[in-house]
Structure formats: structure tokens, C-alpha cells
């Protein structure tokens, strides 16, 4: 049963703290999304890959945001410094036609 | 861009009864429309969808419209039961390639009465 991993499934950082998140897509799937999810904000997509290289990143903050896949099974979103509004949780998916999502990460920022 | 609007944002129905959300996209060129059901603690999983070239879909309980002319879909869900119980997501794609993004709308979460 194929499926997308993220890892860690829960993080609680200080402000100030660089934090990394990590996902594993779908074996043969060649897009993976970063989606932030809040109550209020519903899914925020804040970057995605195709084939490793980035598509769009324009709903992600660039000055302390960066996203990369270093390689084909491992995409990471990391936050440096982090800041309380960062809380979320953080999903990624991977898609070929249908699009898929890991269970998230949830992060804590105090 | 694309936009998708969905309504109602809450929804509580009798066990055993009928559920309907609705959703309109704005971009004509959109031609595919997933539906994604998010359970407490889980990420938003696909749970039907439906291409431009086809009015509707079911899978057992559940099933989907479209209306192209009027740019509105709708999810059904019939005979509730309470594992129904959970925060759905209709969605608008242009589908080009596997690279297309999926727009989503704002989220309906569904309360299913005993």
C-alpha cells in the first residue's frame, strides 16, 4: 500500500530554532506539494516540485522558509528562525494524476 | 487564477439521512475535481473525483455531480453513518500535466447526529 511519509509527525520548538521537516512521496510520483494547514486558513500551498525542481514557492515566506528535494524519495521544508505563527501543521503530497497527502506535521512553536 | 468557493462550512445531519455540499470554481478550463475527506489528526484523504467529461460519479454511498455551463459540483453523500463524521475539501485542477496544482475550497466539516 503505497503512501506518503512525513517525518516528524510532531515537533515542539523554541522561537528561534531551525526546524526540518521531511517527507517521503510516492515512489513514481514526480510532484510533491507543501501545503501549511491552520484553523483559520484552511490548506495554504506554499511550494511545489516536479521532478525536483521547483514550480511555484510564491505562498511560502522566503526569508525564513526554504524547500528542496534533494533527491527523488526526499523532499524537506525547513524553517530558520522559527516563530510562534509558524504553528500549523504541515502536510506534503505527492501526485501523478491523483494527488495524495502524508499525514502531517504538526508544529509548535513557543 | 482559479478560485474555488464551497459551502456550507458546517453541516449537521440526522444519522441515516442525506448530506450535500456544494462548491462552484471560477476558471472554465478546469476539468478535474477531486473531493477529499480529512478525519481528526489525519491529513485530507481522496475519497472520489470526476473529470469534465462526465455529469456524475458514484461509488457506493457517495457520489459527485458536475455542471460545467454553470461551473458548480457537488459531493452526496446518502444514508449517513457516524464515521461520515469529518472535515471534506472539494478541489479544481486544469489538467495538463501531473504538474498541475489543485485548488481548494475552504472546507466543510460534516457532524453526523446518532
Known amino acids: 500500500d503505497a503512501r506518503v511519509t512525513q517525518t516528524p509527525r510532531h515537533k515542539v520548538t523554541e522561537m528561534g530554532q531551525e526546524v526540518t521537516m521531511r517527507c517521503q512521496p510516492i515512489?513514481?510520483?514526480?510532484?510533491v506539494f507543501w501545503y501549511r494547514q491552520t484553523m483559520m486558513q484552511g490548506l495554504e500551498l506554499l511550494a511545489y516540485?516536479?521532478?525536483?525542481?521547483?514550480?511555484?514557492d510564491s505562498g511560502m515566506p522566503k526569508d525564513r522558509f526554504s524547500a528542496e528535494m534533494p533527491d527523488a524519495t526526499l523532499a524537506t521544508l525547513k524553517i530558520q528562525p522559527s516563530e510562534p505563527r509558524d504553528s500549523a501543521v504541515y502536510f506534503c503530497?505527492?501526485?501523478?494524476?491523483?494527488?495524495?497527502f502524508g499525514p502531517g506535521t504538526r508544529l509548535t512553536v513557543t | 487564477g482559479e478560485n474555488v468557493e464551497q459551502h456550507p462550512s458546517t453541516l449537521s445531519v440526522q444519522e441515516g439521512d442525506s448530506a450535500v455540499i456544494k462548491c462552484t470554481y471560477s476558471?472554465?478550463?478546469?476539468?478535474?475535481f477531486p473531493w477529499y475527506k480529512q478525519e481528526l489528526g489525519k491529513g485530507p484523504q481522496l475519497i472520489i473525483d470526476?473529470?469534465?467529461?462526465?455529469g456524475e460519479k458514484k461509488d457506493q454511498r457517495i457520489a459527485v455531480t458536475l455542471n460545467k455551463t454553470a461551473k458548480h459540483f457537488s459531493l452526496h453523500i446518502t444514508e449517513t453513518q457516524p464515521e461520515d463524521s469529518a472535515v471534506y475539501f472539494c478541489?479544481?485542477?486544469?489538467?495538463?500535466?501531473?504538474?498541475?496544482?489543485?485548488?481548494f475550497g475552504s472546507g466543510t466539516r460534516l457532524s453526523i447526529r446518532p
Open positions: 503530497a505527492s501526485q501523478s494524476y491523483e494527488q495524495y
Open positions: 515512489l513514481g510520483h514526480n510532484t
Open positions: 516540485f516536479r521532478n525536483r525542481a521547483p514550480l511555484d
Open positions: 476558471d472554465s478550463a478546469s476539468n478535474y
Open positions: 470526476i473529470r469534465s467529461n462526465v
Open positions: 478541489a479544481a485542477s486544469i489538467r495538463y500535466s501531473s504538474a498541475s496544482k489543485i485548488i
